[in-house]
């Protein structure tokens, strides 16, 4: 498949949708399949963003372009700030780059580790080989998550549903949490935008953060060269997106917008059905038009379609 990169302004009203996983890290399909479902979904602008992995970005790219997708490069960093976990999605890198490659490596190593502590403490309230019974649903031991625990133990019927099981097991001071140390907020940002990316704070309102911590967070991630701020998000409420583009002005950051979609049995929010950003914030997409690949013109649009401009707002 012919692609170009030639640089171009994309407009503020796009179906950008730069945020979701697939079964290379807690998804539940295949690249290929999270891409044609952005496609059905009016996805016009897309990146796969894995955590802390971008071993799929070659399929979803190859499958972007031959679904007629604009297509960024994308990961979402685990890192601890403040001794919580905050995620950084990284979007336009070079995915060769050697230092963000190692950087993920590292961050991806100490999973197994932990998944075992996490087995070992689900063991003390009865539940017996969870490593062994999630490691299937992740597939590679460096990859292995929460997500694929609460899956495990929806199937065993030791919960109804992976809300369920994260409120019970797997948040802090339940049995099979594990606190981890993740990479530092310094060491992502530079990982992403030495790599010619823009750094993004994931999903700000999940983070229960006192109003010091939170500004702290976002001075200093700023201060370490990060640009932007998911405001519409899956994970935010209306009243979320409200107050996060708010924070976006304040700290003049770009705005982004994106799923986090997951699994079409599991996620609330598919690809491509998030309300558009407010006029008001400057997307992020508009400074990564030189770092879009835009799909060949044999067979799929030059260039995003005009959007229906009927859409709700956010
Ligand atoms: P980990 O990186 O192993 O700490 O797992 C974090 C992942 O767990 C996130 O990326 C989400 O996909 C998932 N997750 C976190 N909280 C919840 C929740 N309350 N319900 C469902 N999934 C969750
Ligand atoms: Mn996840
Ligand atoms: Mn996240
Ligand atoms: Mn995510």
Redesign the pocket.
């Known amino acids: 498949m012919n692609s170009s990169n030639t640089s171009r302004q994309l407009p503020h009203l796009l179906n950008a949708d730069l945020h979701c996983?697939s079964t290379v890290?807690?998804g539940t399909l295949e690249p290929e399949l999270v891409a044609a479902r952005a496609k059905a979904g009016g996805v016009e602008l897309w990146a796969l963003t894995d955590?802390?992995e971008i071993g799929g970005l070659q399929r979803a790219r190859e499958a972007a372009l031959a679904e007629g997708l604009a297509y960024l490069t994308g990961c979402?960093i685990?890192v601890s700030f403040a001794g919580v976990?905050v995620?950084i999605v990284g979007l336009g890198f070079d995915a060769d780059d050697i230092a963000l490659g190692e950087g993920l490596a590292r961050t991806r190593g100490g999973?197994e580790a932990?998944?075992r502590e996490m087995a070992a403490g689900l063991a003390k309230v009865g539940i017996h080989g969870a490593f062994e019974g999630s490691l299937p649903y992740a597939g590679n031991p460096d990859l292995?998550?929460?997500?694929?625990?609460?899956r495990f133990l929806v199937e065993r019927g030791h919960c109804a549903?992976?809300?369920d099981?994260?409120?019970r097991y797997?948040?802090e001071g339940k049995p099979g949490y594990v606190p981890?140390r993740?990479a530092a907020l310094g060491d992502a940002v530079r990982w992403i935008t030495a790599a010619g990316g823009v750094a993004v704070i994931a999903h700000p309102a999940?983070y229960r953060f006192t109003a010091t911590e939170e500004y702290a967070l976002f001075s200093e991630f700023k201060a370490h060269g990060g640009r932007a701020v998911e405001v519409i998000t899956g994970s935010h409420s209306a009243a979320d997106a409200i107050r996060y583009a708010e924070v976006a002005r304040e700290f003049e950051l770009l705005a982004s917008r994106g799923s986090?979609f997951?699994s079409p049995k599991?996620s609330r929010i598919d690809l491509g059905t998030l309300p558009d950003l407010p006029g008001t914030l400057t997307p992020v997409w508009q400074v990564l038009g030189d770092r879009v690949q835009w799909p060949s013109s044999d067979g799929a649009p030059e260039h995003p379609a005009p959007r229906n401009e009927q859409r709700r707002p956010a």
């Not at 292995?144 to 609460?150: D, E, L, V, Y």
């Open positions: 996983h890290s807690d955590h802390d979402e685990s976990t995620h999973r932990r998944a292995i998550s929460r997500t694929h625990f609460a549903d992976l809300g099981v994260f409120r797997l948040v981890h993740w999940r986090d997951h599991e």
